[in-house]
C-alpha cells in the first residue's frame, strides 16, 4: 500500500461544474495535510492546507478532512480552463519523524 | 518576500560526469526539503534539514548522491557520477513549520 494514493486520472470535467479530488493515506498519525496544483512543465504551488477534521473554504477551493476514514479531498467549484493542471496531495507523517509525502497526483481537465 | 530560489533551471550532462545543484530557501525557513520528479509522477523526498542537520536522507543514494546545507541556509545537492536514469527534475522546497512546504522553480536534468 503506498503512504498517500491518488486517483492519476485523467479527471475530466466541462466548465463551470465542480471537479472532486480524492487522496487516502496510510499514516494513521499523520497531522497535516496540502494540496498542490502543478501546471506542466512548473514546479509545485501550494493551494491549500488543513490540519483537522472537517471543510476549509477557500475562494472556489474546498478542503475537507477525515481523519477517522484517512481521506482528504479537494472539490473546486465553478471548475476554469485554468485549473486544468496536475493536483497533489501532501501529507505530513508523524510517525516518520514529519516527513512531508506526496502523492503521484491527479491530472485534471476543464473543458470548454 | 522572496522565495525559494534555484539554479540551474537546466542542465545537460554526459553519463559518468559530476552535476551540482543549489537552492536558497526562503528567509527564516529552518526546514529544507530535496525532492525528485519523475514525469508523471509525485515527487520522491530524498533529503530533509532541519537546519543543518540533514534528519531523514533514508531515500538518498548514498553511492553518487550527496548534499550539504552549510550554515542551516543555502543547501547544494550533488551526483557524482551521474547515470541516465537521474535524468529527471531537482525541486527544492523549504518550510517554516507543519510541512507547509514551497518550492523552487526546479532543475531539469538531463544524463545523455
Known amino acids: 500500500q503506498k503512504e498517500v494514493e491518488q486517483n492519476s486520472g485523467p479527471l475530466s470535467v466541462p466548465e463551470g461544474a465542480i471537479a472532486s479530488l480524492n487522496c487516502t493515506y496510510s499514516?494513521?498519525?499523520?497531522?497535516?495535510f496540502f494540496w498542490y496544483r502543478q501546471y506542466s512543465g512548473k514546479s509545485p504551488e501550494l493551494i491549500m492546507s488543513?490540519?483537522?477534521?472537517g471543510d476549509k473554504e477557500d475562494g472556489r477551493f474546498t478542503a475537507q478532512l477525515n481523519k477517522a476514514s484517512q481521506y482528504v479531498s479537494l472539490l473546486i467549484r465553478d471548475s476554469q480552463p485554468s485549473d486544468s493542471a496536475t493536483y497533489l496531495c501532501a501529507v505530513n507523517t508523524y510517525n516518520q519523524g514529519g516527513k512531508l509525502i506526496f502523492g503521484q497526483g491527479t491530472e485534471l481537465s476543464v473543458k470548454p | 518576500e522572496a522565495g525559494v530560489v534555484q539554479s540551474p533551471r537546466y542542465k545537460i550532462i554526459e553519463k559518468k560526469q559530476p552535476v551540482a545543484f543549489w537552492c536558497n530557501p526562503i528567509?527564516?525557513?529552518?526546514?529544507l526539503y530535496w525532492y525528485l520528479q519523475n514525469l508523471g509522477q509525485g515527487p520522491e523526498l530524498l533529503i530533509r534539514?532541519?537546519?543543518?542537520?540533514?534528519?531523514?536522507d533514508s531515500q538518498l543514494p548514498k553511492d553518487r548522491f550527496s548534499a550539504e546545507r552549510l550554515k542551516g541556509v543555502d543547501s547544494t545537492l550533488k551526483i557524482q557520477p551521474a547515470e541516465l536514469g537521474d535524468s529527471a527534475v531537482y525541486l527544492c522546497a523549504s518550510s517554516s513549520g507543519r510541512g507547509k512546504a514551497f518550492f523552487g522553480q526546479g532543475t531539469r536534468l538531463t544524463v545523455v
Open positions: 528567509s527564516g525557513h529552518n526546514t
Open positions: 534539514y532541519e537546519n543543518e542537520e540533514a534528519v531523514d
Open positions: 499514516d494513521r498519525g499523520s497531522q497535516s
Open positions: 488543513i490540519y483537522s477534521n
